[in-house]
């Protein structure tokens, strides 16, 4: 809805790379040009933000899909930036909603220019089948996104709104959430604890939480071999590159993956280069925890990594 309301042809949006495929793609489908803009352990490198972009899209809390998180700096800075240069930033709650270790306000919390726009759904914390997402932005911007709303769905579904609506009034969801993320920790601990005791030679940075691990394989690592090798233990893989901006690139880089749901655990991978070269981008692998450590165990049995002895709890 944003991007339909707000953007057109020439309209110029930055956006970390790598970053979430979809909302790249929706930017690129109303017309805008999206340009990529690197991403470190202090998230978006806001001074590589090309001058004449008129968005920014950002997930500050945990970056899609890195996990890492925009420092305080960045994000002062990411503010002023977008003051100085006339610029809207769209921000992302993804993972938000669930409590960690280094708790972040929002950039729409910080705002004092009235140029960061939120926008969250109940799917991780509810269930994605709802459908139901929320956007916190100035009234008069509001009213607008209500009036195209009508266009593109006369009636959304007022008895899912009103149920989730009594859930939240009730204290419901608050309670929802600490178990979630009590559940979560517990299984990143586990995970990383799997990680380090079967694929010792994979490294993953420290963030402060998030529903995933971003790991860092090995030089050689063929993603094209282990995504065939997976499927034949009935693990599904998907292409990594599809973060990236410029996919046909990436290819270039070795592993990348990324959970959906146990029964189809999705990975996603970047094969090897032409050249024998690595690109520190690629290598890597995404796990996400709530599916996560029962498949892990496959995945890494399937590589005759796992004792005869080990089971999955």
């Not at 290819?251 to 959906?260: D, I, K, N, Q, S």
Request: glycine share 8%.
């Amino acid at each position: 809805m944003l991007a339909t309301l707000l953007m057109n042809k020439g309209s110029r949006v930055a956006m970390e790379d790598p970053g979430y495929p979809d909302a790249r793609s929706i930017f690129q489908l109303a017309g805008a040009e999206v340009a990529p803009v690197r991403v470190d352990k202090d998230g978006i490198d806001v001074g590589a933000i090309p001058r004449e972009s008129d968005f920014v899209f950002v997930t500050p809390n945990h970056h899609c899909p890195t996990m890492v998180s925009l420092s305080e700096a960045r994000r002062r800075q990411l503010l002023a930036d977008a003051e100085a240069h006339d610029r809207i930033i769209i921000e992302d709650g993804y993972d938000s909603q669930l409590m960690d270790d280094a708790p972040q306000q929002a950039l729409r919390g910080m705002d004092r220019s009235g140029r960061v726009v939120y926008v969250g759904s109940m799917s991780k914390t509810l269930a994605p089948g709802l459908r139901l997402g929320y956007i916190v932005a100035s009234a008069g911007l509001i009213a607008e996104l209500r009036a195209l709303r009508r266009f593109m769905l006369r009636h959304p579904p007022a008895n899912n709104q009103r149920a989730v609506a009594l859930f939240l009034s009730l204290g419901h969801h608050e309670a929802l959430v600490r178990r979630l993320s009590a559940a979560f920790a517990e299984r990143r601990k586990r995970l990383a604890h799997a990680v380090d005791a079967f694929l010792p030679e994979w490294r993953f940075g420290e963030t402060p939480g998030g529903t995933s691990l971003w790991l860092e394989g090995p030089r050689g690592t063929d993603s094209a071999a282990l995504a065939q090798m997976a499927e034949a233990r009935g693990v599904l893989v998907e292409p990594g590159a599809r973060f990236f901006d410029r996919p046909e690139k990436e290819r270039a880089l070795p592993a990348a993956g990324h959970f959906v749901d146990c029964a189809a655990a999705h990975r996603a991978g970047h094969p090897r280069t032409g050249d024998g070269g690595r690109s520190q981008a690629g290598r890597r692998l995404i796990l996400s925890f709530e599916p996560a450590f029962q498949c892990w165990l496959i995945f890494a049995e399937s590589a005759g990594t796992i004792p005869q002895t080990a089971t999955a709890p």
